[in-house]
Every structure is written in structure tokens, then in C-alpha cells.
């Protein structure tokens, strides 16, 4: 059997299980305090901003971004893929560490599947708006219609791509949900205020707790939890299909997959480190997400880091050793020497050096060096997207087809917006959604305590 | 409520399974158990089972069969276009979306499976034993009828360690 003692404790200082509670929802029944509406103001503006940047792209039309014939795909796309690539680390915690039986996860599950709905939200909103009449976005549902070709082509990627994104966002959303039913139940039973446990008792659905619910809830984890687990790896495959699938130089490899994936888990368990160090920084969460839990999040990177690593060197080595010109004119003379050069070295340097940081344990048990990594890591994925994207679109066959690419002000503000709802929404999960999977915690409690827990030594464990 | 039941009250997970299995060796079940987290002791000891993992896979197997005909019938049946000399019936591509759509729909039937047979949905009030049961206290709920002569017993082993309320 599984033995915790390799990670050290999963919750610092012998709590018992209502002081659990109490910690997780302490914030929720406290005062708001000044900087969460300093900081909810700042966000609401930038996503204000992004509204107004909303309404230039629909109302003006798609001219009003930098994109062209050649480079159609700009920051539009490059962002939709960072954040899908975000949002896939929540499934990624709940699923794969729970095959992996890893304790500790139970501490970050939570702000991790948050960050998942909230990213995937964002991230949709992209290709809705690139479409450029985003009010005929249904013309992608297949329905029976009198538009002349009856059927969506199924054979498309960006088809694929809008049935994974909607089905990965509904998804996400009722499993981050279902989660969260019994933690709602423990604040309406626990409320003071009347409006508290009307709100929260509505949201709890009728939980009790009682061995009929838990049996079932059980079984739908399992459910949802083994067959999520193959939506992570198909999403962000079908996200790659939509380059890999063109014949552009670059673009048309099949490591792109594999790579898209990895690159996704990557950027997102990034992304969790900011979160969960913010929530310890603000909420004094230390106790529940200890130093040991932040580090064994860091060994996560340095291997996925290693797999970044060599990924890159292999798009690089495939790309001599295919011999095609295009390819190695592209590797060569544009991304590794030319003039993308500076957004290929900082992607490089960003995911597949800086976090190898995180072999010594001083930086791994450094806050500020974690948290500051973290963001690295973030915008190291960010050009990796930016280097995928316009790289291979402003330089391919005719050279009479090059053109250079620069956003404008509407497309920087529209993914000003993005992050101003990002923000916004994981401020209101931290005043009304108990950050922490305070149930699954508890169940992990006992774990700390000798024999486990148990009355009696067991012979083996 | 209090009239007909008796509430053992514990404080944690082991007592609690300690106590429901000596009540069940008296040939007892308590009507209900109620817990801040899943006991695996006791939803194991308890006599409801659950098919939900079962409803699972055969929606997925008529989820399945559902979209790969759908698309099928849609693309080759209903209206075959050519996509630059690609044949009708692309088999492989259709994979992808019934695999997505497959799992999409896995999860929402199973979702709606749980929520009709745990009984738990919007607007739904909930029965209440005890106010902690959701927080640090381990509730098991008897029968006051269902104990007959063995009520002393009973208490005694639930007062071993917990309470009675």
C-alpha cells in the first residue's frame, strides 16, 4: 500500500476535522477585505476594456485586428491555445493524480479545476469572435438546415475542435461542480447568517452526507474521473490537429499531439503554482498547502520541463533530418536564427532551462523563486504559441506570400479582457467557493495520525 | 424525529466503523450513516449497492453506436459531399467526435442518473440529523422498532466511544 510518509505531512498542525472546516471557509463568513475590491475593481476595468475591444472587432469587423491574408491566425489563436492549455491542468490534478493515488492532491484539486472552467471560458471566446460574425456561430452545429451543404464537414479539425472545446468546458464545469456539493452542504450547516444558508443550501442540492449519496457520488467520481482522464489527452490532441492537420512547414509533424498535450499539463500546472501561492500568500492556506505540497508540484515541472525540452529538440532534429527545404529554412533561418529568434530563445530558455531550477531544493522551497518561475514558465508557453503560430504562417512556400505580423490595440486589449476575467473569477472563487476540496481533505486527514487512523495496529501497510 | 431513532454520535471514522460493525455482528443495520467524508467500511457494510458505473457503460455503448451512426448516416447517406477527393465514409475522422461527444454524453446521463438516485437536486431539502453530521461528527441513525430487545446492547456499544442524542 501507498505510504504518505515519502511527502511528509498532507495538513500541518494536528487539526482536528472542524477546525478543517473552519480554516477552509474562514473566508467566506470574514469580512471582505479592502484589496480583494482594489483588486476586483482593477479586474473588472481590464475586462471593460476587453469588452469595448469586443465590440470594435464585431461592430468595425476583423480588419480591426493586425492579421492577414498570409499570418490569418494571430494573438487571436495564440491565446485560445494558452489558455485551453491552462485550463488543462485542473483535470490533469483531479484525474491523473488520482490514478496515480497521490494524497496531496486534495489540497490543490479545487483551485485547480476552478482555473480550468474559468481558462476554458476565455479561451472560447476567441475562436468565437476570430470567426468574424460571431452572431452565425451556429451555423457549426450540425443540424438539418436549408443552407445549401446540409452537414457540417466532420472531417474538419475545427470542428473537432469546437466539439472538444464545448464538451470539455461542460464537463469541467459538472465535475468541478459535483465536487464542490458537499463542501456547500458543511457551509450551510455551519452558516450563521440566514441568506448564507438559504444561498449555500440551494447550492448544496439536499446533501446530507448519508451512505446512500456517498455510495453514488463514489461511483459518478469513478465515472467522471476515468473517462475525463481520456478527454485531456483527446482535447488538446484535437486543439493540434488544427495545425497539424495543414501542410504548413512546421506545422504538418506528428509530434504535435504528444507535444500539445505535455505543453498544456505544463503551462497549467504553472499556472497552479501562482494560484496556490497567491491563496497562502493571501489566505494563509500554509497549513493545508504546505512547502511539501508546492514541491512536489515543482518535481512535476522539472520532469515535464524535461519533455518540453525534448520536444523542441526534436522538431529541430526532424527538421535537418527530413531534408525538406522549407522545414529546415523555417527551423534554421527563421526560428532558431532569424527573425523570430527572440521569441524562439525566450520560449526556449523560459520552459526548457529555468525550471531546471527546481532540481536544488532551496529554490524549490523559496516562495518567491517558485512563484516567480511560474510566471516564466507562463510566458515561455505563451511564445511557444506565438513561435507555432506565426512563425510558420508568415514564412511558408512563395516567398512572394511572406508578411510580416504585429497585433494591434484591439487584439492586446481583447486579451487584456481575457486576463481581467481570469482574475475576476478567481477572486470570486476565493470569497465564495471554499478553496479547498474541504471533504476529499478530510478524508486524507487521517493519514497523519498514527495507524493511520485506525483503532488497532494493522500488520502491513 | 428523535421519538422512533437513536443517534450515535462519534468522533471519528474509526469508532465509528468499530461500532458499526459490532451493532451489525447483533444482527442490527442502522437505517442511515452520515458522514463528513466517504467510509468505505461503511458503504460497503451498508445494504445499498449502486449500478451507476453499469448505466455508465451502456450509455457510452448507445452514446457510441449513436454519433458513429449519426455521422455515418450524415455524411455518407444523407449527403455526400467531396472534400478534395476524400472518400464519403472517412471512418478514421469520425472517430474524434465520437469520442468526445461519447464522453460528453457519458457524463451528463451519468450525472443526471446520480442526481435522481441520490436523491440530490436543486431545490431539494434536505433531511437533517444532526446539525455536525457535514462537519466532524460521525452520525449512525437506528430504529428505535428495529432493535426490539437488544436496545441495551446497542447503546452500549455505541456509548464505548460515542454518544447517544
Redesign the interface.
Known sequence: MYNSAVRGRLIDGDK???QI?QEIIKPIHAKTPLWWYAAMLVSLGMFGFGLYCKYITISTGIGTWGVNNSVAWGWAIINFVWWIGIGHAGTAFSIFLLILRQKWRTAINRAAEAMTVVAVFCASLFPLLHMGRPWLFFYIF?YPNTRG???V???SPL??DF??I??YL??SA??WY?GM??DF??I???AKSKIKKAVY??F?????????????????S???GG??A??VV??HS?VS?DFAVSVKPGWHTTIFPPYFVVGAIFSGFAMVLTLVITMRGLYKMNDFITDSHVDAVCRVLIFISLIMGTAYMTEIFMAWYSGSDYETYLFFRTRLFGEYAYQFWIMFVANAVVPQLFWFKKMRRNMWVVFTISIIINIGMWFERFNIVVTSLSRDYLPSGWAPYSPTWVEIGFFIGTLGMFIAGVLLFFRFIPMIAI??L??VA?FDKPNH???KATSHE | MSKNYILGVFN????LV?AFEKVKEKGILPL????????HE??EG?P???R??HA?FFY?LFAATGILG??TY??VI??P?Q?GG?PFN?FP??I??T???T??S???L??FT??A?????????????H??????KFVMVIDKESMGDKSKDIESIILEFGEIE
Not at chain 1, 446533501?207 to 461511483?219: H, N, Q
Not at chain 2, 471519528?12 to 469508532?15: I, K, P
Not at chain 2, 446539525?131 to 466532524?136: G, K, N, P, Q, V
Open positions: 482536528s476535522l472542524s472546516s450540425p451543404p446540409l452537414w464537414n466532420f472531417n470542428f473537432w466539439v472538444a464545448s464538451a461542460l464537463i459538472s465535475f459535483f456539493v458537499p452542504a458543511t450551510r450547516d455551519t443550501g440551494f448544496s442540492f439536499g446533501w446530507t452526507g448519508s451512505s446512500k449519496e456517498w455510495l453514488r457520488f463514489e461511483a459518478l469513478f465515472v467522471l473517462i475525463a481520456v478527454l483527446s482535447v484535437i490537429t471533504s476529499e478530510k478524508s487521517k487512523g485506525k483503532l | 471519528d471514522e474509526a469508532t468499530d442511515e450513516v452520515y458522514t463528513p467524508y466517504p467510509v461503511i458503504l451498508m445499498t449497492k449502486t451507476i458505473t455508465a457510452g449519426f455521422l450524415a455524411a444523407d449527403w459531399l472534400y476524400k472517412a475522422s469520425f474524434v467526435v469520442i468526445v461527444a464522453i460528453l457519458i457524463t451528463l451519468t450525472l446520480f442526481s438516485r441520490a436523491q440530490v437536486f436543486p431545490g431539494k431539502k434536505p433531511e437533517i440529523f446539525e455536525r453530521a457535514t462537519d466532524d
